[in-house]
Nanobody
C-alpha cells in the first residue's frame, strides 16, 4: 500500500528558502505523476507543482514559477520541492500526492483527481 511521508516544513522569513521532501513507500513512482499541493486556511487545496517520474515533464502554478523547483530521485523514491524567495502568501499546509497511473503532471496539478495524499507539512512565511 502506498504511503507518503512529507518533511521539511517550518517557519521562515519572507525571502527565505525551504526544501520539502516526500518519501514514498509501498509503490514505485515510475510512470506516475507526483506533486505538491497546498491548502491555506479557508481555501481549497491547489496544485503547486507536479512531475511525471519517468519523463520528467513538470507543471508549475503561475504563482510559484521561477521560485519553486520540483525534482525527483527515482532511486530513493523521493520527490523534493525547493522553495526560494518565499512570500507570506505561500503560507499553507503542503501536501504530497501521487496520481493514478497514466495521469499527466499537468492534469494531476489542475484536477487533483484520483490522488493519494500524504499527511501534510506546515509552511509558515512570516517575519
Amino acid at each position: 500500500q502506498l504511503q507518503l511521508v512529507e518533511s521539511g516544513g517550518g517557519l521562515v522569513q519572507p525571502g527565505g528558502s525551504l526544501r520539502l521532501s516526500c518519501a514514498a513507500s509501498g509503490s514505485t513512482l515510475n510512470y506516475r505523476a507526483i506533486g505538491w499541493f497546498r491548502q491555506a486556511p479557508g481555501k481549497e487545496r491547489q496544485g503547486v507543482s507536479c512531475i511525471r517520474g519517468t519523463s520528467g515533464s513538470s507543471y508549475y502554478a503561475d504563482s510559484v514559477k521561477g521560485r519553486f523547483t520540483i525534482s525527483i530521485d527515482n532511486a530513493k523514491n523521493t520527490v523534493y520541492l525547493q522553495m526560494n524567495s518565499l512570500k507570506p502568501e505561500d503560507t499553507a499546509v503542503y501536501y504530497c500526492g501521487v496520481a493514478a497511473p497514466l495521469t499527466s503532471a499537468q492534469a494531476m496539478c489542475l484536477t487533483l483527481a484520483r490522488v493519494s495524499w500524504g499527511q501534510g507539512t506546515q509552511v509558515t512565511v512570516s517575519s
